[in-house]
């Protein structure tokens, strides 16, 4: 099933982790949706400046919310992410942030602390 994935602290930077998931989820068919304040593309992709929901809903729901950003800039845009709605948010090594994970939780998004590459490249994503 083709999902809307926001990546947060996408890179255009092809040796960042972020890039190869932005590459590897084109790949499977999903539709990459980066957000980094100061890219404005990514691969030809157009990139979001912030987590603003009506730009970034216009095309249609956002199934997952990836993170490859610090703890600290987590826990800040917690509510930025709890407004797009996701179903499922993935935390990244290095990204978790436990109070985030209780809201997104309370929210009723699915919170997993997991590797989206490992995820996709296992078919468990």
Same mark, same amino acid.
């Given at each position: 099933?083709?999902?809307?994935?926001?990546?947060?602290?996408?890179?255009?930077?092809?040796?960042?982790?972020?890039?190869?998931?932005?590459? $590897?989820?084109?790949?499977?068919?999903?539709?990459?949706?980066?957000?980094?304040?100061?890219?404005?593309?990514?691969?030809?992709?157009?990139?979001?400046?912030?987590?603003?929901?009506?730009?970034?809903?216009?095309?249609?729901?956002?199934?997952?919310?990836?993170?490859?950003? #610090?703890?600290?800039?987590?826990?800040?845009?917690?509510?930025?992410?709890?407004?797009?709605?996701? $179903?499922?948010?993935?935390? #990244?090594?290095?990204?978790?942030?436990?109070?985030?994970?209780? $809201?997104?939780?309370?929210?009723?998004?699915?919170?997993?602390?997991?590797?989206?590459?490992?995820?996709?490249?296992?078919?468990?994503?």
């Amino acid at each position: 099933m083709k999902e809307r994935v926001l990546i947060l602290g996408a890179s255009d930077k092809a040796d960042r982790y972020s890039h190869m998931a932005l590459m $590897r989820l084109l790949a499977a068919g999903h539709e990459p949706v980066p957000v980094h304040p100061s890219l404005d593309s990514i691969e030809g992709i157009p990139v979001f400046h912030g987590l603003d929901p009506e730009p970034i809903l216009a095309d249609g729901p956002i199934d997952t919310v990836t993170l490859y950003v #610090n703890p600290a800039i987590v826990g800040h845009s917690a509510d930025a992410i709890i407004a797009l709605g996701p $179903r499922r948010v993935i935390m #990244n090594p290095g990204t978790e942030n436990h109070e985030a994970r209780e $809201r997104f939780e309370k929210a009723g998004i699915n919170t997993v602390e997991a590797c989206t590459l490992v995820l996709l490249g296992t078919g468990q994503f």
